[in-house]
C-alpha cells in the first residue's frame, strides 16, 4: 500500500466510524428518557432519606455502592411492600438474625424509602441484575416441572427461601420443609401464615385456587 492510500484510509476510516459514534450517541440520548418513568416528589423525598442513611454505605443500587449487602435495583419486585416497610423501620422484627441496624426509620420514610426504591425498580436495566436460575434451584434442572414447582417460581417463593441452596435467606430454608410440617399446617398456613406464626412476615396466598394450593403443598411435603 503507498503512503498515500494507508493516509486515506486512516482519515476515511476515522471519519467513518466517528460518524457512527455520533449517530449511536444521538440514538442513546434519545432512548434515555423513555427508560425510567417520571420521578415523583415522594420519589425524590425517598431519595433525600436514601442519602440522609447512607444506605449506599451497604447496599448497590443500578450498579453504585457497596457491597456488603443485598443489591436494591428490583427489590420492589422482589419482596413484598408491606415487608419491606417493616424490614426497614425494624430489621430485627421481621428476621431475627439481619445484621441491618434499626435506624429510627420512621413510617413516613419507610413509604417515601419504598417509593423510591420502586421508581428504581422499573427503570428498564436491560434485564440487570439477572434472576437466579430457578429450575437448578428446585432440584430439577432439565426435567418437567411439576405444577407445584412451576407455582413456587412465578409467585417468588425464592425471593425469600432457600431450597438446594439458591434463593433468598427471608424465610426459612425449605430443602427439608416436608419433613418439618404436615400438609394441614401447610395448607391453612399459606392461606393466612399470621393465624400460623403470629408475627409472620410471609405474604398470604389464600387468593389461590383450593387446587393450587393443594399443589404448592404437594411440592413441599415432597422436599424431605
Ligand atoms: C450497615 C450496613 C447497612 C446499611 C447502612 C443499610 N443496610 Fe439494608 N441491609 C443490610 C444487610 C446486611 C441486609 C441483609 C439482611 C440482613 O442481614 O439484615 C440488608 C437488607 C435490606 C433490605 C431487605 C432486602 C431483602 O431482600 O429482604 C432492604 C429493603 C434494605 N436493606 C434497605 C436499606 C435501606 C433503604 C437503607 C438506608 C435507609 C439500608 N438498607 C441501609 C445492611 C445495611
Ligand atoms: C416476603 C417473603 C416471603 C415470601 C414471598 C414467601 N415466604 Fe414463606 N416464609 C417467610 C417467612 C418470614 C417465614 C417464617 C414465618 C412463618 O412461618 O410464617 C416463612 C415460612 C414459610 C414456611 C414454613 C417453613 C418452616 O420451616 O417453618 C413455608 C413452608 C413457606 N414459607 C413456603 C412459602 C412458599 C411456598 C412461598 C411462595 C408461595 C412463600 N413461602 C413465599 C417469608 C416469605
Not at 441496624?101 to 420512621?106: H, M
Request: with cysteine; aromatic share 10%; proline share 6%.
Amino acid at each position: 500500500m503507498s503512503n498515500k492510500a494507508a493516509r486515506n484510509l486512516f482519515i476515511f476510516g476515522s471519519l467513518f466510524f466517528f460518524v457512527i459514534l455520533v449517530i449511536l450517541t444521538f440514538d442513546t440520548l434519545a432512548k434515555l428518557p423513555k427508560r425510567a418513568p417520571e420521578i415523583t416528589e415522594e420519589v425524590n423525598a425517598g431519595k433525600m432519606v436514601w442519602h440522609k442513611y447512607d444506605c449506599i454505605g451497604c447496599h448497590t443500587i443500578l450498579g453504585n455502592g457497596s457491597y456488603f449487602a443485598p443489591d436494591m435495583t428490583k427489590v420492589t419486585e422482589r419482596k413484598p411492600k408491606e415487608y419491606l416497610k417493616q424490614f426497614l423501620m425494624d430489621p430485627k422484627s421481621v428476621n431475627p438474625k439481619a445484621s441491618m441496624p434499626k435506624f429510627g426509620i420512621t413510617s413516613e420514610e419507610a413509604e417515601k424509602l419504598i417509593a423510591f426504591l420502586d421508581w428504581i425498580s422499573k427503570v428498564d436495566t436491560n434485564g440487570w441484575p439477572p434472576k437466579p436460575i430457578l429450575a437448578t434451584a428446585a432440584g430439577v434442572a432439565g426435567r418437567e416441572l411439576t405444577s407445584g414447582q412451576r407455582l413456587y417460581q412465578s409467585l417468588g417463593c425464592s425471593n425469600c427461601h432457600m431450597i438446594n441452596g439458591i434463593g433468598g435467606t427471608t424465610g426459612p430454608d425449605l430443602t427439608h420443609v416436608g419433613s418439618k410440617k404436615d400438609r394441614v399446617w401447610l395448607f391453612g398456613h399459606f392461606k393466612d401464615p399470621k393465624a400460623y406464626v403470629p408475627n409472620s412476615v410471609m405474604p398470604g396466598f389464600g387468593h389461590l385456587s383450593e387446587q393450587e394450593l393443594n399443589d404448592l403443598t404437594d411440592y413441599m411435603i415432597a422436599l424431605k
